[in-house]
């Protein structure tokens, strides 16, 4: 059987790997599997003015810790 050591996780966006496929992150990370996460666009600019434009960025840094992935292994694209 398929039992891979390391994980990538891609996301078009912040939170599309958290929502799509958070329950398999978790289940990984406490597998002790290394999970790395990868999002290519931070979004910005879709943000409403009254809020801080790292926001989403502060989410899903805090959303893939919850799930397990080390800081050291998120990766965050502009």
């Known amino acids: 059987m398929f039992?891979?050591?390391?994980?990538l996780v891609l996301a078009p966006h912040t939170d599309d790997g958290e929502l799509g496929c958070g329950g398999s992150i978790a289940?990984?990370?406490?597998?002790?599997?290394?999970?790395?996460?990868?999002?290519?666009?931070?979004?910005?600019?879709?943000?409403p003015a009254s809020l801080p434009s790292n926001t989403l960025?502060?989410?899903?840094?805090k959303a893939t810790a919850i799930l397990g992935i080390p800081s050291s292994n998120l990766i965050l694209f502009n």
């Open 27 to 47: 289940k990984f990370c406490a597998e002790g599997k290394e999970v790395y996460y990868a999002a290519f666009c931070l979004c910005s600019k879709s943000l």
């Open 57 to 61: 960025e502060l989410e899903c840094r």
């Open 3 to 7: 039992d891979p050591k390391k994980i």
